[in-house]
């Protein structure tokens, strides 16, 4: 069985109109400037570690507070699959393969995502980000892993799978080759292709 992990934020999902309107909204709440045309360049990191480049370390707390209880009125609703994104996941399901995703977002906010985009998952790991990721690729066994951040690629290696990288987010094709991806494709409309010969190869080996 060949079980593959993805990134939700810019790989399978589009939600820069939804993270920018919460960050938006926390920025009129607590009275502070927050340029969420910035935030949303650079998708990927923890919430904790954007919301600190805005806020004194001890603010962070209660804003993280704030922006997961807006999450899901504002966020969600905005919330658009990445093109190709269905049709990536099916493909692997097609295939006999299981499915997981494994994000930075706050597990809830993830898996509230995923459903609400339809598409049919079987496990959610959130709030890890980078290499921290590894251990839930490999816990399912998944052996590659798709995302559009450098720090993605190095989830697939400490996870023992293939960095397969989707120009989609805030790093271009150059940059992720650059960083090591196995694999880089424009976005995931082509993704199936890739993954046909890759699984028919790996069954083979």
Do not use: C
């Not at 999450?71 to 692997?92: D, F, H, I, K, W």
């Not at 094709?173 to 880089?184: P, T």
Request: glycine share 12%.
């Amino acid at each position: 069985m060949t079980s593959v992990g993805f990134d939700l934020d810019m790989t399978l999902a589009d939600t820069r109109a939804g993270i920018a309107a919460v960050f938006d909204e926390l920025s009129l709440r607590l009275g502070v400037f927050i340029d969420s045309a910035v935030v949303v360049a650079r998708l990927g990191p923890p919430l904790e570690w954007e919301l600190a480049n805005w806020l004194p370390p001890e603010e962070v707390p209660p804003a993280v507070a704030l922006y997961r209880e807006l999450y899901p009125s504002l966020a969600v609703p905005a919330t658009v699959l990445m093109p190709g994104a269905r049709e990536a996941v099916e493909a692997v399901r097609r295939g006999g393969g299981r499915v997981i995703v494994v994000t930075g977002k706050n597990p809830i906010d993830a898996t509230r995502t995923v459903e609400f985009l339809g598409l049919e998952v079987d496990m959610v790991a959130g709030s890890v980000f980078g290499a921290a990721k590894g251990p839930a690729l490999a816990d399912f066994g998944a052996t590659a892993y798709v995302g559009d951040h450098v720090a993605d690629i190095e989830a697939a290696r400490a996870g023992g799978a293939v960095s397969v990288a989707v120009a989609t987010g805030g790093h271009q094709v150059e940059d992720l080759r650059d960083h090591g991806a196995d694999v880089v494709l424009a976005d995931l409309t082509e993704f199936g292709e890739w993954f046909g010969g890759w699984r028919n190869t790996a069954v083979v080996a």
